[in-house]
C-alpha cells in the first residue's frame, strides 16, 4: 500500500491567491482528518471526515477555509483568499475501521508570501 | 474543550539512559491517549497508545502510563538509542461511537547523546 497521499508536497503562494491541497487516504479507510502544523500551535485538528461526511469542522479557522470528501478515495482543503499566517505544514491522515491509529501522509508545506 | 500540556519542551539524554515525557489533560471524559514519533520533516507516527481502562502499556523499550485520577500520562522510553531522537507528541482523545478528536500536547524534542 502506499500510504496516504498528498499533493503537492511543497506550494509556494502569494497573498490573495487560492489554494488547494489534495489527499488520497488509505484504501478501505473510513476516517480522513486535516492537520494544520506550525512552530507557534503545534499540531491542529482542523476538520475530520467520516465515510466522506463531515464531522466536525471546529478546528477550521476561518471561513476562508474550506475542505471536501467527494468520494472515499478524494479530499481538498482549500484556503481563499491565502495570508502569510497560513504558512504551516498540512497533513491528511486517515484511519481505517475499528482501530484508532492515525495514518498521516507526508504533509505539503505551504509558504503564502 | 480538551486542554493538554506536554514536559519538558527539549530533552537531552545520554545513550543508554532513560527518557521520560509528561503531559496532562484537562478533560477528564478523554478516554484515549496517543504518543506519536516525529523525525524531522517527516510525518507523525503512532508509537504506543493507551486506553482509561488500564494502567500501563508496554512494547519493548517503551511504555506509557496513565493516572486519571490526577489526569496525567507519560511515556517512558529505556536504554535509548541514537535513532530515538525526534520530536514527541502526546495526545488525548474521547473516543464516541468511533469519533476521535485528537488535541495534541506541543511536543518534546528528544536528542540522545552518543
Known amino acids: 500500500d502506499a500510504g496516504v497521499i498528498q499533493s503537492p508536497r511543497h506550494e509556494v503562494t502569494e497573498m490573495g491567491q487560492e489554494v488547494t491541497l489534495r489527499c488520497k487516504p488509505i484504501s478501505g479507510h473510513d476516517y480522513l482528518f486535516w492537520y494544520r502544523q506550525t512552530m507557534m500551535r503545534g499540531l491542529e485538528l482542523l476538520i475530520y471526515?467520516?465515510?466522506?461526511?463531515?464531522?466536525?469542522d471546529s478546528g477550521m479557522p476561518e471561513d476562508r477555509f474550506s475542505a471536501k470528501m467527494p468520494n472515499a478515495s478524494f479530499s481538498t482543503l482549500k484556503i481563499q483568499p491565502s495570508e502569510p499566517r497560513d504558512s504551516a505544514v498540512y497533513f491528511c491522515a486517515s484511519r481505517p475501521p475499528g482501530n484508532l491509529e492515525q495514518y498521516f501522509g507526508p504533509g505539503t508545506r505551504l509558504t503564502v508570501t | 474543550g480538551e486542554n493538554v500540556e506536554q514536559h519538558p519542551s527539549t530533552l537531552s539524554v545520554q545513550e543508554g539512559d532513560s527518557a521520560v515525557i509528561k503531559c496532562t489533560y484537562s478533560d477528564s471524559a478523554s478516554n484515549y491517549f496517543p504518543w506519536y514519533k516525529q523525525e524531522l520533516g517527516k510525518r507523525p507516527q503512532l508509537i504506543i497508545d493507551i486506553r482509561s481502562n488500564v494502567g500501563e502499556k508496554k512494547d519493548q523499550r517503551i511504555a506509557v502510563t496513565l493516572n486519571k485520577t490526577a489526569k496525567h500520562f507519560s511515556l517512558h522510553i529505556t536504554e535509548t538509542q541514537p535513532e530515538d531522537s525526534a520530536v514527541y507528541f502526546c495526545a488525548a482523545s474521547h473516543i464516541i461511537q468511533g469519533a476521535q478528536k485528537l488535541v495534541f500536547g506541543q511536543g518534546t524534542r528528544l536528542t540522545i547523546n552518543p
Open positions: 471526515f467520516n465515510n466522506n461526511v463531515p464531522i466536525d
